[in-house]
């Protein structure tokens, strides 16, 4: 997981045709959305159907022999939540904040001013989506809480997209302080190369099946 456009889609693309491995990439958007807007905004809300969902997948992966392996910005804000009920490991995916930015842009992030009157309320639907297939956008496109969403309502898309950058990793580190080392990896994507990803196949218990030459296609 990640801020998105931070290399997880790459990652599935190189593990999801290892034979241990059952991959999913962004497997829930709405559900998982969802609940990445309702804990940002600490909504009261119960957590019960996004732990179910998940075990749901995890325990029928495991039933066939292999390891779930699942790629989604939209769980980076739940990496404690599911480490404390799957003991699960977590590779935290960073970006130069600049390039998630700028491909964050040319998605249509932040193109629009938000629409926000009462300052007491959580901010509510807006309408960000263009189809069918994307409207779990008006959920992770996240804002800011309080006064400063006024401010921030005001930057230009860049300066708007490395603020939601910062708050992505920030809350993502804080919550890593409560999971053993053993259980995370932190990859800075532009570094990540063929050793790398024989490293890191080592870590998640897997014997690597693409060659160096396939890596570099991919």
């Not at 495991?62 to 480490?83: D, M, Q, R, V, W």
């Not at 390039?99 to 300052?119: E, M, P, T």
């Not at 309080?146 to 990793?169: L, R, T």
């Amino acid at each position: 997981t990640g801020s998105g456009q931070c290399g997880e889609t790459f990652l599935y693309n190189l593990f999801k045709d290892n034979k241990k491995i059952e991959a999913k990439d962004e497997s829930r958007p709405s559900l998982h959305s969802y609940y990445k807007f309702s804990k940002f905004n600490n909504l009261n809300i119960d957590e019960a159907p996004l732990i179910n969902q998940l075990n749901q997948s995890i325990t029928s992966t495991n039933k066939k022999g292999k390891i779930s392996f699942e790629t989604s910005s939209f769980l980076s804000l739940h990496t404690k939540e599911i480490y404390s009920k799957f003991g699960s490991k977590l590779i935290i995916l960073i970006r130069n904040p600049l390039d998630v930015a700028v491909s964050l842009k040319k998605k249509g992030w932040y193109k629009d001013k938000y629409i926000k009157q009462n300052r007491k309320k959580i901010i509510g639907y807006q309408g960000v989506a263009s189809n069918f297939h994307n409207k779990h956008h008006n959920f992770c496109r996240l804002s800011p809480k309080g006064d400063f969403f006024y401010k921030w309502n005001n930057f230009d898309q860049i300066s708007k997209i490395k603020w939601y950058w910062n708050e992505i990793y920030s809350q993502i580190l804080n919550d890593l302080k409560n999971i053993p080392k053993k259980n995370y990896k932190i990859i800075r994507i532009e570094d990540f190369d063929y050793n790398a990803y024989l490293e890191l196949s080592n870590w998640i218990d897997i014997k690597p099946n693409v060659s160096q030459f396939l890596f570099n296609i991919k």
